[in-house]
T-cell receptor, first 112, second 113 residues
């Protein structure tokens, strides 16, 4: 069966520090991968998605970036965090257009 | 550009009654999928139901049904026989043929005993 791992679960980082969140999927190949951010009590904002290794589509211009160095690995990064980067970050994968997305447990990031 | 709109920020429903959550979308892609997710206070995202743009019948999954009106570009979720455990935030999402998957702002449902 397929599983998605996302870590860490919580993170407190100072303003200006770098960020690296990792997401890996097991049990499938060539998944479509997604990064979302959710502010408290709000909707999911699509940040990046990837349909293959090295293929990244960016939805919102900001100081975040994403990379997909391996088929089942998706990394969200920032060189310098801002207070506004605080939120709940969710990684997801899905196999095809007519299939649902499966989500990781999320990372609660607080920038102080 | 695609857009998903959920106009009801919060709703209250009595236990055992039905509730309808509204979702409208906008896309020029003829092929797309519509999804509903539930997010309890724990934060996990739970998939509820899927409807394809070419599906002729409305999707149903247990107590969940999707009222799909393609011409109106709406995909409302109906939860029948509400239970206390249905209290959560509900999101509508749309995925067109470019594999992008976007979500609406969500609707918070509170079930009263």
């Amino acid at each position: 069966s397929q599983t998605i791992h996302q870590w860490p679960a919580t993170l407190v980082q100072p303003v200006g520090s770098p960020l690296s969140l990792e997401c890996t999927v097991e049990g499938t190949s060539n998944p479509n991968l997604y990064w979302y951010r959710q502010a408290a009590g709000r909707g999911l904002q699509l940040l990046f998605y990837s349909v293959g290794i090295g293929q990244i589509s960016s939805e919102v211009p900001q100081n975040l970036s994403a990379s997909r160095p391996q088929d089942r690995q998706f990394i969200l990064s920032s060189k310098k965090l801002l207070l506004s980067d605080s939120g709940f970050y969710l990684c997801a994968w899905r196999w095809a257009l007519n299939t649902e997305a499966f989500f990781g447990q999320g990372t609660r990031l607080t920038v102080v | 550009a695609q857009k998903i709109t959920q106009t009801q920020p919060g709703m209250f429903v009595q236990e055992k009654e039905a509730v309808t959550l509204d979702c409208t979308y906008d896309t020029s892609d003829p092929s797309y999928g519509l999804f509903w997710y539930k997010q309890p206070s724990s934060g996990e995202m739970i998939f509820l139901i899927y409807q394809g743009s070419y599906d002729q019948q409305n999707a149903t999954e247990g107590r969940y049904s999707l009222n799909f009106q393609k011409a109106r570009k709406s995909a409302n979720l109906v939860i029948s026989a509400s239970q206390l455990g249905d209290s959560a935030m509900y999101f509508c999402a749309m995925g067109p043929s470019d594999y992008k998957l976007s979500f609406g702002a969500g609707t918070t449902v509170t079930v009263r005993a």
